[in-house]
């Protein structure tokens, strides 16, 4: 028996433990595929619709911090983080804002009442937790 011969064996499983530890380290490869090394930032509520007169929408969230992306026309809409370190906004027509939720909360827009003979309000809402 040759030398090669009686080393095949030990060749063979050296050969198939790289080619398995290479495939596991390999993009798509391995148990890790998947998953996320680095925390992203989630579009948690993406919404447009009007809003009448005294009329409110809301959300529930749950802690973190959020980035609040607002828009409307007329005489604007007001934010309210309910549970949150921030404060109520006066009526706004246009809003970026941030706001760290320390416990489970909502986030409430509301078109403010005219005594019921306010105009209805197109409104546009993105709201995005942060990964920081």
């Known amino acids: 028996m040759s030398l090669l011969t009686k080393r095949q064996p030990v060749v063979q499983l050296l050969l198939f433990l790289l080619l398995f530890f290479v495939g596991c380290q390999a993009p798509g490869g391995g148990s890790r595929s998947g998953t996320n090394i680095f925390p992203v930032d989630q579009v948690v509520v993406e919404w447009s619709d009007w809003l009448k007169d005294g009329a409110a929408v809301s959300w529930k969230l749950e802690p973190g911090t959020y980035r609040l992306e607002l828009t ?8 309210e983080w309910v549970g949150g370190g921030c404060p109520k906004t006066q009526p706004m027509r246009e ?3 941030t706001c760290d939720m320390s416990r489970a909360g909502q986030l409430v827009i509301t078109n403010p009442t005219t005594f019921g003979l306010g105009a209805a309000v197109s409104t546009t809402v993105k709201v995005t937790k942060l990964a920081r």
Do not use: F
């Open 72 to 79: 409307a026309n007329s005489d604007g809409v007001t934010a």
């Open 95 to 97: 809003i970026t804002m």
